[in-house]
């Protein structure tokens, strides 16, 4: 399972429209074949701070999932939303095993 969070801080203004673009490519990402899940976190403590938790099946699902229209949208959606560039951590699962 490839698993990545994505850091990302928007403006605050922007909050509600990062949140209603960013809710459309989660319920396209999860219905992705290899998809196993696609969380949006937004922090307690800072509103403007969000995490997406994305696990994918394999590296080739990650590829397709950039590819995506859902995808796609959202990224030119955001770009002028983003108070600095999205900073994305890849992880490797250990539990719950795959």
């Not at 801080?9 to 990062?18: A, G, N, Y």
């Not at 949140?19 to 992705?32: D, F, L, P, W, Y």
């Not at 990224?75 to 719950?96: E, H, I, S, Y």
Request: charged content about 30%; proline content about 4%.
């Amino acid at each position: 399972m490839i698993t990545t969070c994505v850091d990302v801080f928007v403006k605050e203004d922007c909050i509600q429209d990062f949140i209603k673009a960013t809710e459309k490519n989660h319920r396209g990402s999860v219905s992705e074949p290899d998809n196993f899940r696609f969380d949006i976190l937004q922090s307690n403590d800072n509103p403007c701070h969000f995490v997406l938790y994305e696990v994918y099946k394999t590296a080739e699902g990650v590829a397709a999932h950039k590819e995506t229209a859902h995808y796609l949208e959202w990224r030119d959606t955001v770009a002028d939303m983003m108070a600095k560039p999205r900073q994305g951590n890849k992880f490797t699962m250990l539990f719950p095993e795959a």
